[in-house]
Antibody, heavy 123, light 108 residues
Framework: QVQLVESGGGVVQPGGSLRLSCAASGFTFSSYGMHWVRQAPGKGLEWVAF????????YYADSVKGRFTISRDNSKNTLYLQMNSLRAEDTAVYYC????????????????WGQGTLVTVSS | SYVLTQPPSVSVAPGKTARITCGGNNIGSKSVHWYQQKPGQAPVLVIY???DRPSGIPERFSGSNSGNTATLTISRVEAGDEADYYCQVWDSSSDRVVFGGGTKLTVL
């Protein structure tokens, strides 16, 4: 069965950096695009970034563009989110999610989600 | 940027029909997906490509999309349907995934 397990969350000071990981199993990781989605406490879902199945194309939300970098290692079945210049408003649970379509160029519905990892930006 | 507008809350009695709307400029030209999120849990896809239902999702869940409004319809509502519901599209003009603000469904 598909499993997505996020890790790397924690408490970080404003201006600091953090790298999140998402370990994938139960499907051919290298054939599916992947997403990061976040949810601030008590708020709605906010899409963060998408990476194409082969890593050749990436899209970002305006709120994180230039500060966050999505990447993947298909040999390790792992998705990453490098977060720099963190702000208080980046505090959220970060989910990784699997795109539903095989080797597609653009995002499609998210058919599996991890349980999330909490990032808290505070001094 | 493209904006999706959902009502913050919808209330319905058990056994009745709940309709949750998602408004967007010419949203009928886009594919709309719906997610259900219960407290403390990750979201779950309940409707994709406007009206398709993933395996395991009850037939009581259905969707439609036309003009400037997409609608998630839940028939014969049960207490277990109480959750937050989010609509989502891919905006190809800006290369961004967009979520609606979410609707809290309360079963009275």
């Amino acid at each position: 069965q598909v499993q997505l397990v996020e890790s790397g969350g924690g408490v970080v000071q404003p201006g600091g950096s953090l790298r999140l990981s998402c370990a994938a199993s139960g499907f051919t990781f290298s054939s599916y695009g992947m997403h990061w989605v976040r949810q601030a406490p008590g708020k709605g879902l906010e899409w963060v970034a998408f990476i194409r199945y082969d890593g050749s194309n990436k899209y970002y939300a305006d709120s994180v563009k230039g500060r966050f970098t999505i990447s993947r290692d298909n040999s390790k079945n792992t998705l990453y989110l490098q977060m720099n210049s963190l702000r208080a408003e980046d505090t959220a649970v970060y989910y990784c999610a699997k795109d539903s379509r095989f080797r597609e160029l653009f995002p499609h519905p998210f058919d599996y989600w991890g349980q999330g990892t909490l990032v808290t930006v505070s001094s | 940027s493209y904006v999706l507008t959902q009502p913050p809350s919808v209330s319905v009695a058990p056994g009745k029909t709940a309709r949750i709307t998602c408004g967007g400029n010419n949203i009928g030209s886009k594919s709309v997906h719906w997610y259900q999120q219960k407290p403390g849990q990750a979201p779950v896809l309940v409707i994709y490509y406007d009206s398709d239902r993933p395996s395991g999702i009850p037939e009581r869940f259905s969707g439609s999309n036309s003009g400037n409004t997409a609608t998630l319809t839940i028939s014969r509502v049960e207490a277990g349907d109480e959750a937050d519901y989010y609509c989502q599209v891919w905006d190809s003009s800006s290369d961004r995934v967009v979520f609606g603000g979410g609707t809290k469904l309360t079963v009275l």
